[in-house]
């Protein structure tokens, strides 16, 4: 009976994911073509609804051909591993007080470590064979960019840490149950939204300067599915930090009750998706290497150890507050 619970929870998570992913996806789209003053997906279905739908098609129709030798397979390993991590730091995540699949007392460290897992993951599965120098070049860039922008991000996150002195994301939540982190700790919230947009797999963060996108796309090595495969778990990782975002800095599902904790936890989810986006697109191009230590350790980080500076002040002077 316990078992059947379980699964039954996991495959309304999942359910409620794929629909929030396909959500993001298409808003991603119309959002980034509103912005940028340019045609979004407007011919299938009403208004391109219907556009991501049939991409993923096609993608699947190539499923028997990917198998076609060791190599192929081994790629694939890649985006499975991706994907799989991908779920499973979803699925560490609760939605309300109620609606949660794993309630594990580690759970933030655990979420911040799947989604870093997934996104290096999605490297496997390109085929290595087919990298001149400068594709090379531009995954090595890649690489570093995911492992020199992971450290802001977990370093910003440990200030709701120390306020609820629990890496339990309920304990977080409940800590904001009168204020919410966002109020004391904005340093903390910018450098988070900053870390999320910049491992968004952006074109002007990956490619470099002078080379064009046909020298330098890797991404061109991997099949279509694979490659579907790669992005819907780079979607699953984005929707994962927007609710981290949420429950850490937004109070989570706390609001009044005239709306479900639900309803509260979508609506601020979908203000931080707006505002990532905003980010996504206006953040200039970040080229070279000393570039990006330089915005993550002297900068990203800087913020981080400051804000985590006041927050232990604050919360050793003026702990009746929290």
């Known amino acids: 009976m316990i078992l059947k619970n379980l699964l039954l929870k996991a495959l309304y998570f999942l359910l409620f994911l794929f629909l929030g ?9 119309k959002t980034l073509a509103h912005m940028q003053s340019r045609r979004g997906p407007l011919q299938t279905g009403f208004h391109g609804i219907l556009q991501i739908f049939s991409q993923i098609l096609k993608s699947l129709l190539n499923w028997p051909k990917l198998f076609t030798s060791w190599q192929d397979l081994s790629n694939n390993i890649g985006v499975v591993i991706s994907f799989t991590f991908a779920i499973l730091a979803f699925l560490l995540i609760p939605l309300t007080e109620d609606i949660f699949l794993m309630n594990i007392e580690m759970s933030l460290p655990l979420c911040l470590s799947f989604i870093m897992i997934s996104n290096m993951g999605a490297f496997l599965s390109i085929k290595k064979v087919k990298l001149n ?85 890797y991404l061109s090595t991997q099949n279509r599915l694979n490659y579907q495969i790669s992005t819907i778990s780079k979607y699953i990782n984005i929707i994962s930090l927007l609710i981290l975002g949420t429950l850490l ?59 985590l500076l006041i927050i232990i002040f604050l919360v050793l002077y003026f702990k009746p507050i929290f």
């Open 21 to 29: 992913v396909y959500i993001i996806i298409y808003l991603h789209k």
């Open 133 to 217: 120098m400068n594709k090379m070049t531009a995954l090595l860039d890649r690489i570093s960019t995911v492992l020199i922008f992971s450290i802001p991000l977990f370093i910003s996150s440990m200030g709701p840490v120390i306020v609820s002195s629990s890496f339990n994301l309920f304990e977080i939540v409940r800590a904001q149950s009168r204020f919410y982190n966002i109020l004391y700790q904005p340093l903390s919230f910018i450098v988070f939204l900053l870390s999320c947009s910049l491992l968004w797999q952006r074109l002007p963060v990956d490619v470099p300067k002078k080379d064009t996108y046909f020298n330098t796309d």
């Open 249 to 307: 800095y937004l109070g989570g599902w706390n609001g009044p009750k005239i709306l479900h904790p639900l309803i509260w936890t979508i609506i601020k989810t979908f203000v931080l998706q707006v505002i990532l986006l905003f980010l996504y697109t206006i953040i200039p191009r970040i080229s070279g290497f000393r570039k990006k230590i330089n915005l993550s350790l002297a900068f990203l980080c800087l913020l981080s150890f400051l804000n």
